[in-house]
């Protein structure tokens, strides 16, 4: 049975605060490096808000790694083009390899998902502070290097 923290990410149309998704920005990163830290690296390849589980205590957890793959520096494509639309890097439906900076654009689209209030970055096409004009230039800035292909 689904735990009702699950439920905070998914059917949201409404921002985040800037602060809640830095927050859950570095959990994630603290997830991702400690993925593509390993011999050979996990690529996790599905960072999307189904995806993420948050425990009473406020700390993220990452389900659901069923099509993550290890890292293989001899394949130059993937077997498979899969990924979630709206959060996958471009590479993950082009017949490219993903690596750990898949990861990092999904981690982009993600946190450009939840301050935008549900927008899509490949989609809108727009720089976040379009849609949240008291938005940090940093964090701005730091999403629109992550989601660049």
Avoid: C
């Avoid at 920005?25 to 189904?50: F, S, V, W």
């Avoid at 390899?97 to 998902?113: A, E, I, W």
């Amino acid at each position: 049975m689904a735990s009702p923290y699950s439920k905070l990410f998914e059917n949201r149309t409404k921002p985040f605060s800037q602060l809640f998704v830095l927050d859950l920005a570095i959990q994630l990163t603290e997830i991702l490096e400690y993925l593509h830290a390993q011999k050979p690296a996990i690529i996790y390849r599905d960072l999307k808000p189904g995806n993420l589980m948050l425990t009473k205590d406020g700390r993220l957890k990452l389900i659901d790694f069923g099509i993550a793959r290890r890292y293989d520096v001899h394949k130059v494509k993937d077997t498979l083009q899969i990924g979630t639309v709206g959060f996958a890097a471009p590479e993950q439906f082009e017949k490219r390899q993903s690596d750990t900076r898949t990861d990092l654009f999904s981690l982009g689209s993600l946190m450009y998902f939840f301050l935008s209030g549900g927008k899509f970055v490949y989609i809108t096409q727009k720089p976040l502070r379009t849609f949240r004009k008291g938005l940090s230039r940093d964090v701005a800035k730091i999403i629109h290097q992550l989601v660049q292909a």
